[in-house]
């Protein structure tokens, strides 16, 4: 079975910084576009950075656009959300999933964000 583990959440206070992992087990991520999701407690899940398995490209949603950054390292078959200046906002389960078309397929167990002085 397909896996995918996230990894990094933790406690920071506000303006710090944590980077999260997702590292894929059984299968090579080279061939499928990744993406971060988080969903705070009484709130949808929603997505907030995707990177492509063809050429790299990312897109971010507005609110984080500037502080997170996704990147892969398919030598290490993981990709990465580099969170910065991180707002009590950001606080929630962040999850990786991964797709080569249509929906994501695969999803991690989750990881949790708290961002709290």
């Known amino acids: 079975q397909l896996q995918l583990v996230e990894s990094g959440g933790g406690l920071v206070q506000p303006g710090g910084s944590l980077r999260l992992s997702c590292a894929a087990s059984r299968f090579t991520l080279d061939y499928y576009d990744i993406g971060w999701f988080r969903q705070a407690p009484g709130k949808e899940r929603e997505g907030v950075s995707c990177?492509?398995?063809?050429?790299?490209?990312?897109n971010y949603v507005d609110s984080v656009k500037g502080r997170f950054t996704i990147s892969r390292d398919n030598a290490k078959n993981t990709v990465y959300l580099q969170m910065n200046s991180l707002k009590p906002e950001d606080t929630a389960v962040y999850y990786c999933?991964?797709?080569?078309?249509?929906?994501?397929?695969?999803w991690g167990q989750g990881t949790q964000v708290t961002v709290s002085s």
């Open positions: 999933a991964a797709k080569i078309t249509g929906s994501y397929d695969y």
């Open positions: 990177i492509s398995s063809s050429d790299g490209s990312t």
